[in-house]
């Protein structure tokens, strides 16, 4: 099992641990040079605040809602990046550090250390970062790492699933993919997911669902053939441990190219 553990709004987040007054209320994060909007809290996106909006464009409905603003300050983003892949560092085998706010957590033969259950492990993992470090998280499972992507966007995008979703069945798997799509899988950039539409696939299901011989030939070889097999559950990317500075105790490995584009 892989998982994905993603930090919600991370910009807006670390502002938030320095300013707790902020809780609850509409704020966003501005570029370099304050260009445009790039990290918007749950109540700026419930505003209408889309991410990459020009902020000259934006500032009166800024004003009018009393939307905190704050230029960016990446000194303190790495840093809170570094406190919380530290952690993760600490608790599984091994962690690819995927971006400044995700990794992915390699859980294969973690189940027989967890207390009792890998969907237990996951909310324990979100407890204890946010005690550590502040910076609220999500977290998806799966046996694949596309899966686990795909598991985390559904973690983020319901919120009755408590941040976790756990795809250890063919179940879960099957309605997972269901609820996705296409244009929103791991990998299918803008080209593709038009391509396919036009195949008249519009669901990571209905992807999931092609042959392999489909997928080598309309999604561009054998990258496309892994991405598919990836969504059937079979893994197909694993984790190629090199040790980097802020990770102590477990194998760090640099972000992994994604699929087709």
Known sequence: MFALVDCNNFYVSCERVFQPRLEGQPVVVLSNNDGCLISRSAE???LGLQMGDPYFKVKPLLEEHKVAVF?????????MSRRVMWYLSQVAP???????????????????FVVSSLDTFARQVRTNV?????????????????LAKLANRL?????????????DTAVRRQWALEQVAVEDVWGIGRQYAQKLAAAG???????AACSEAYARKHLGGVVGARLVRE??????????????????GAACVAPAPSAAH
């Open 201 to 207: 696939i519009t669901t990571a299901a209905q992807l």
């Open 71 to 79: 230029s960016s300050n990446y000194a303190l983003y790495g840093d």
């Open 231 to 248: 969504l059937q559950g079979f893994s197909c990317q694993g984790l190629a441990p090199v040790r980097t500075a802020p990770c102590r």
């Open 130 to 146: 946010l005690a550590r470090t502040g910076i609220p998280t999500c977290v998806g499972i799966a046996p694949t790492k596309t």
């Open 94 to 112: 091994a962690v690819e550090v995927y971006s400044i706010d995700e990794a992915f957590l390699d859980l294969h033969g973690m189940e027989r």
């Open 44 to 46: 700026a996106k419930a």
């Open 155 to 167: 973690a983020k995008k319901n919120p009755e699933l408590g941040g976790v979703c756990y795809l």
